[in-house]
Each structure stands twice: as C-alpha cells, then as structure tokens.
Nanobody, 126 residues
C-alpha cells in the first residue's frame, strides 16, 4: 500500500506560480512511475504530467508544456509540480498518483495508476 498526500494548492492570480507537493508513505516510493492529474468542476479527470521512476523521463499534456515542470526526490519520497504562468483554465483539483508498474515507463491514463491522493485545490483568478 502507498499513501499519497498532496499539498501546495491555493488561490493565485493569473500569471503567478504555485508549487505542488506529493508526499508518499508506505511501501516502495522509489521505483514507481508517478503522475499528476486534475479535475475541474463538471469535467472528467485530465492527465497533466508523468515522471519515470528515476526522474529521467517526463511527459506533459500539451496545454501545460513550457509552463509546468514535474520532478521527484526519491530520498525525500516526494514528487513536485512547479506551475508557472498559471491561467484561469488551470483551475482544478490536482491529484497525484502512483503505479505498481515498477521501473517501467511513464503513463498518461488514469487506469494505469493504482494509488491516488485526496487532491489539492488550485484556483487561478483572471
């Protein structure tokens, strides 16, 4: 079992930045590919970014490329999402997720993930 806890969300004005944190407890953070998803009111869960177990490979949805950066520190059992140049359309609950597919790739489908955090709200005003 892996327990994931997100933090770092908040209310910011358009153009500003936030850094999200996802801290893991439980079995084997290292070796797991991980990802960030978001869900806006009335919409489905959307892929944002993913990172390989060693941090060497990353994946982003087109709408955040060049603005968001995913990273991880396995020694601290923490994954990050640096969000710059935020836009009102980035407003959503952001979730981190981890997969059981150890040491293998990056994943953009929610169905590939086995563990989820409770989410942190990000609100961007215009």
């Amino acid at each position: 079992q892996v327990q994931l806890v997100e933090s770092g969300g908040g209310l910011v004005q358009s153009g500003n930045s936030l850094r999200l944190f996802c801290t893991a407890a439980g079995h084997a953070f290292n070796g797991r590919p991980m990802g960030w998803f978001r869900q806006a009111p009335g919409k489905g869960r959307e892929f944002v970014s993913a990172i390989s177990w060693d941090g060497q490979r990353t994946l982003y949805t087109d709408s955040v490329k060049g603005r968001f950066t995913i990273s991880r520190d396995n020694a601290k059992r923490t994954m990050y999402l640096q969000m710059n140049s935020l836009k009102p359309e980035d407003t959503a609950v952001y979730y981190c997720a981890a997969t059981n597919q150890f040491h293998d790739g990056t994943y953009y489908s929610p169905g590939d993930y086995d563990y989820w955090g409770q989410g942190t709200q990000v609100s961007v005003s215009s």
